[in-house]
């Protein structure tokens, strides 16, 4: 049981105080728990209260019930408010959370439009300004070039000549050889032989001149700054 002074809301309440008939007081509470604890009043002696004589145990069960409802009730509220800011936290992480992730997906697409763009045309990093355009380039210098040029082109020439050379060649020894004589046929095939390696012979000469040239004009893969000049070879 509560004390009667913790139960009447502090120090400044006073109450009549009445049994069988007979009124004392008014006593402040703190003197009617004193009292009661040394037995000079019992429960059920009656207290003026609210207007109205109540004995001293329904007034401690009625303001029981009273407080344990205030307590309750401040209880509740602390609970409400605690749960109310525990959602908002939570509301507050989510949409940082959703926040996060938009700038997350905002920094993806600006990085790809920017790689697709440098797929195209990346930024010339001498001047910053230009863009690098693919061109091919020769390898060697300009004379070595024309060299490759003069190896080149009569070789190609000379590899076509050459075939076509050899097939008419082997053609007409072919019936050479079938029309000669038989004494004479094993001469014949000999100098068949010797022909085919003399066009041969030139045919290989022709090719090697010809891979030669190729090599000296060969190009390569190079990016050149718009703006600027400047060459960088491309990767
Ligand atoms: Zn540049």
């Known amino acids: 049981m509560n004390n009667f002074a913790e139960l009447s809301d502090g120090a400044g309440a006073q109450f009549l105080v009445r049994w069988r008939g007979r009124q004392e007081g008014p006593y402040p509470a703190a003197v009617i728990e004193v009292k009661l604890a040394a037995n000079e009043i019992g429960l059920l002696h009656e207290i003026f209260y609210n207007g109205k004589w109540v004995t001293i145990r329904d007034y401690i069960a009625e303001r029981e019930t009273v407080l344990r409802a205030e307590h309750q009730a401040r209880d509740d509220e602390d609970r409400l408010a605690r749960e109310t800011a525990e959602r908002q936290a939570i509301e507050m992480e989510e949409q940082r959370q959703i926040a996060l992730q938009n700038e997350g997906k905002f920094k993806t697409t600006s990085q790809i439009q920017r790689e697709t763009t440098s797929t195209h045309e990346p930024l010339c990093r001498t001047c910053e300004v230009g863009?690098?355009?693919?061109?091919?380039?020769?390898?060697?210098?300009?004379?070595?070039?024309?060299?490759?040029?003069?190896?080149?082109?009569?070789?190609?020439?000379?590899?076509?000549?050459?075939?076509?050379?050899?097939?008419?060649?082997?053609?007409?020894?072919?019936?050479?050889?079938?029309?000669?004589?038989?004494?004479?046929?094993?001469?014949?095939?000999?100098?068949?032989?010797?022909?085919?390696?003399?066009?041969?012979?030139?045919?290989?000469?022709?090719?090697?001149?010809?891979?030669?040239?190729?090599?000296?004009?060969?190009?390569?893969?190079?990016?050149?700054?718009?703006?600027?000049?400047?060459?960088?070879?491309?990767?």
């Open 131 to 235: 863009r690098l355009k693919k061109l091919n380039q020769y390898r060697m210098s300009v004379p070595v070039v024309v060299i490759g040029y003069f190896l080149l082109v009569p070789s190609a020439i000379g590899i076509l000549l050459n075939i076509v050379g050899l097939v008419f060649y082997l053609i007409g020894a072919g019936t050479v050889v079938s029309q000669s004589a038989t004494q004479d046929k094993g001469i014949a095939v000999l100098a068949t032989t010797l022909g085919s390696g003399f066009f041969l012979f030139f045919l290989v000469v022709s090719f090697i001149g010809g891979i030669f040239g190729w090599l000296l004009i060969m190009k390569k893969k190079v990016l050149q700054c718009t703006h600027c000049g400047a060459v960088i070879a491309a990767s």
